[in-house]
Structures are given as C-alpha cells and as structure tokens.
Antibody, heavy 121, light 107 residues
Framework: QVTLKESGPVLVKPTETLTLTCTVS??????????VSWIRQPPGKALEWLAH???????SYSTSLKSRLTISKDTSKSQVVLTMTNMDPVDTATYYC?????????????WGQGTLVTVSS | SYELTQPPSVSVSPGQTARITCSGD??????AYWYQQKPGQAPVLVIY???ERPSGIPERFSGSSSGTTVTLTISGVQAEDEADYYC??????????FGGGTKLTVL
C-alpha cells in the first residue's frame, strides 16, 4: 500500500522559511517514472501545483514561485523535502505531497493527508 | 498563463447523471485527469488519461474528451458523490495546471 505523510510546522511568521517533509512508504524514490510532487490549497480555493522531483533527480517548479522553492530528496530515508522562502500570509494553505506518475502530463496518485500551514505574526 | 475552466457548481438529483466539463486550449494535446475531494479530505484520483478509471473507483464514473473540452460523467449519482471535482492537465510546455474546481451538489 502506497502512503505519503506530510510533516512540518503549523505556524510560520511572515518572511520566515517553511520546510516541509514528505515521508513515503510502499514505493521507492528510486523507482523509474515515479516521483513526488508538492501541491497546495488555500482555504476554500483551488489546488496549485508547486514542484516535483523524480528518481533521476529531475526537478521542476511552478513558474510563479520558482524563485522561492527548493525540492530535494533523501532516498535512503524515503523523504522529500520542500522549502519555501519569504513566507507571506497569502501562502496560508494546506500543503499536500503526492506520488507523481510520469506522463503527458504528470499525474498524482495517491495524495498525502495534507498539512495546514498558517502564516501569521 | 494557461487556464483550465470548470463551472463553479453543478447540481443533480440522486440517480440522475452529472456532467462536469473542463475546457482548455491544450487539451487536444495533453491528457486530462480528474480528482474528487470531499470536505476535509485529500483529493482522490477518479479518472486518468481522459477516460481510464483507477481500480476501486465505481463504474458510474467515466471520462471523455472532445476537442478542447473534457467531461467527467457520473451516472446514477449517489449522495456520497457530493464533493469538489478538479480537472488537471498541463500547458504546452508540460507545466501542470489544475482547474478551478466544481462543487457537485446532490439535491
């Protein structure tokens, strides 16, 4: 059974850096054609893709947030880490990680339960 | 920037057929995917590659594609199908895009 679980702070202050960890089980981060993506959802709003990383260390970022995001993985720990710098209240959202299947385009199945991050002073 | 357009809401009575559309210029060249999201829960994939249904998803869920529009059809809607539905695809460069979501209400 494939599962993903997000962890990280529930509250961050404006201008701080957010670090989120996704721990996966049931598949390996070294599997070809599989990776992990981060996707967020502000309260009451739509989903927004942020970044992905694949087994060959291929990385891709949202065009609008590229300057603030870094994604990395530790295959031995089955973990993917996302950092987002210079957090702002508009970044308040539930952050999901999801197993990503390589395709045209990439797609997501399954998703983690999500973690709500609030940005406030 | 590229957008996928969905109706904000669709309402149907139990047992009826619900159709949720998603429009985008790149859809003829990129597959579409559909996710169901119930309140307080993570999204769940219900259709992949325009019309394929993952294992465990009821047969009443189906997908189709025609030109720049893809459609999620739920036949014989049940109360448990009330949820938000999101389409997902990509722009011409392959960057993932989600639609704005459609709230399905079962009357």
């Amino acid at each position: 059974q494939v599962t993903l679980k997000e962890s990280g702070p529930v509250l961050v202050k404006p201008t701080e850096t957010l670090t989120l960890t996704c721990t996966v089980s049931g598949f390996s981060l070294s599997n070809a054609r599989m990776g992990v993506s981060w996707i967020r959802q502000p309260p009451g709003k739509a989903l927004e893709w942020l970044a992905h990383i694949f087994s060959n260390d291929e990385k891709s970022y949202s065009t609008s947030l590229k300057s603030r995001l870094t994604i990395s993985k530790d295959t031995s720990k089955s973990q993917v880490v996302l950092t987002m710098t210079n957090m702002d209240p508009v970044d308040t959202a539930t952050y999901y990680c999801a197993r990503t299947l390589s395709g045209s385009p990439n797609w997501f199945d399954p998703w983690g339960q999500g973690t709500l991050v609030t940005v406030s002073s | 920037s590229y957008e996928l357009t969905q109706p904000p809401s669709v309402s149907v009575s139990p047992g009826q057929t619900a159709r949720i559309t998603c429009s985008g210029d790149a859809l003829p060249k990129q597959y579409a995917y559909w996710y169901q999201q119930k309140p307080g829960q993570a999204p769940v994939l219900v259709i992949y590659k325009d019309s394929e249904r993952p294992s465990g998803i009821p047969e009443r869920f189906s997908g189709s594609s025609s030109g720049t529009t893809v459609t999620l059809t739920i036949s014989g809607v049940q109360a448990e199908d009330e949820a938000d539905y999101y389409c997902q695809s990509a722009d011409s460069s392959g960057t993932v895009v989600f639609g704005g979501g459609t709230k399905l209400t079962v009357l």
